[in-house]
Structure formats: structure tokens, C-alpha cells
């Protein structure tokens, strides 16, 4: 997947693939796709949303979010899809689910539980549904508990505010099913209910030490429509 060049005439600039986790992860999380930070240093969520998604919402560390033995880190794309003509980031090229992620959740056969962020993500896996009653609801994906989240994004502020009993009643309730599975000491929960400040974590200190040595750069824009044509899979699965 690494490799993984097919849409890099709709970027206009070389994709950097983002895969990690072992096959044999407890936790499933899949997502929408990385943004710049995270492709510039190869390490989903390595920005704000992951460090709310870590500390705020998942009450544990960097060590264990990033350890591949308990979390696989999917996505409906594996690229930065670059910025549109506002500034946002654009949605992950379809082929992307087709090629990759389709194929890797077909062998993620040890998971516990997944966990479904952002409404892309969402869509992919039931396609139609709204995410507000995905999230509010319980699942099931290859017969294991699978929670619906709203994007962590600070930009995100609002779906939150307006629905409070996401963090009052199914936060809670997904933590305990990520502490349970991990083995993790409730002294730790403890800490994070506790804990103030907001923890500097480690891709801050490595952006803290490249602005100090920063060279300007192209930015990465791309009009180009999304790549939506189906492509076999090329993973030798058949």
C-alpha cells in the first residue's frame, strides 16, 4: 500500500500512502483521511484531532495509541487529498476504498472493536445513513462492537455542543470498551478526568522544531476531481 501511487496525476503531487497497525491490532479505527501534519510525518491523527481523540475522548496515551499491536489505523483514503479552492481538505478519491481499505478490513480478523470516524468513513460502511443516528445507536461490524464518532476536528466544535449526550453517555461507554480491551488501570482513566491541561505531546515538539527551521513550500491544492472509478484490487486477494 505504501507503494501506492494510482492517484497521483488527481493530486498533482506524490501521495504518501498512511498505514499502521499490525493485522492482529484489538482496536479498529477507521477514518475520513490524513491531513497536512499527518502527511508530512506519516503518523495518523499526529495533529489537534488526535490529541483530543487521545486525551479528551480516549483517555490514554501516545504509547498506546500508537502501539500496533493494540490500534489499526484504517481510512476511506490512505492520502492527503490535498486542499481545495477554500481551503479545506478534499475528500479521499472512492478508489481508494475499492483498492485498500475494502481489502483490509476483509483480514483484520483478531479485532475487538471498531471504531467509525467522520461521516466519510461512516458512509462507506452504510452508505445513506445519517451519522447523528449512526453514533446514537449500537452496531456490529464482522460481529464485533462498532461505535460511530463525530470527527474530532477542533472545526468540529459545534456537532458537539449541540449534541451533549455524546460526551455525557457514549464516550463513557466507549472508553470502558477501549480500557477493557487494552487491560488499562483505571488510575489512568482517573488521571484524564483529572487532568487540566491538555498534555504537549511528541508531533508537537517535532512541528515546534521544524517552524524553527522551516522553508517555504508549495502548497499542496488540487482541483481535480475525485478518482471515482472503481479499480480492481491488486493485493493478489483473488
Known amino acids: 500500500m505504501k507503494e501506492c501511487r494510482y492517484c497521483q496525476n488527481e493530486f498533482g503531487f506524490e501521495p504518501r500512502p498512511v498505514q499502521w497497525g499490525n493485522p492482529d491490532a484489538k482496536i479498529v479505527v477507521v477514518s ?18 488526535g490529541k483530543k481523540l487521545r486525551q479528551k475522548w ?3 496515551t501516545e504509547d498506546q495509541f500508537y502501539d500496533k499491536s493494540n490500534f489499526y ?11 481545495g479552492a477554500k481551503g479545506h481538505d478534499r475528500k479521499p478519491p472512492k478508489v481508494c476504498w475499492t483498492r485498500w481499505t475494502r481489502y483490509e478490513l476483509e483480514h483484520l480478523k483478531d479485532a475487538e472493536l471498531f471504531l467509525i470516524i467522520g461521516q ?6 452504510f452508505p445513506g445513513q445519517k451519522l447523528e443516528d449512526l453514533v446514537f445507536s449500537h452496531h456490529t461490524l464482522k ?3 462498532c461505535y460511530f464518532l463525530p470527527h474530532p476536528s477542533p472545526l468540529n466544535y459545534r456537532w458537539t455542543k449541540n449534541h451533549p449526550e ?6 463513557p461507554e466507549i472508553r470502558t470498551k477501549i480500557y477493557e480491551i487494552l487491560g488499562l488501570p483505571k488510575e489512568q482513566r482517573e488521571f484524564y478526568e483529572n487532568l487540566k491541561k491538555p498534555l504537549v505531546e511528541s508531533w508537537q515538539k517535532t512541528n515546534a522544531k521544524t517552524n524553527r527551521n522551516k522553508k517555504v513550500k508549495p502548497e499542496l491544492e488540487s482541483n481535480a476531481p475525485d478518482c471515482e472509478n472503481p479499480h480492481p484490487l491488486q493485493t493478489g486477494e483473488e
Open 143 to 145: 460481529g464485533k462492537p
Open 166 to 171: 455524546f460526551e455525557q453517555v457514549w464516550l
Open 58 to 60: 480516549f483517555y490514554i
Open 32 to 49: 475520513q483521511a490524513p491531513g497536512l501534519k499527518v502527511h508530512d510525518l506519516g503518523k495518523p491523527f499526529s495533529d489537534l484531532s
Open 120 to 125: 466519510e468513513a461512516a458512509s462507506r460502511l
Open 73 to 83: 489505523f484504517s481510512m476511506a483514503g490512505h492520502c492527503f487529498p490535498g486542499k
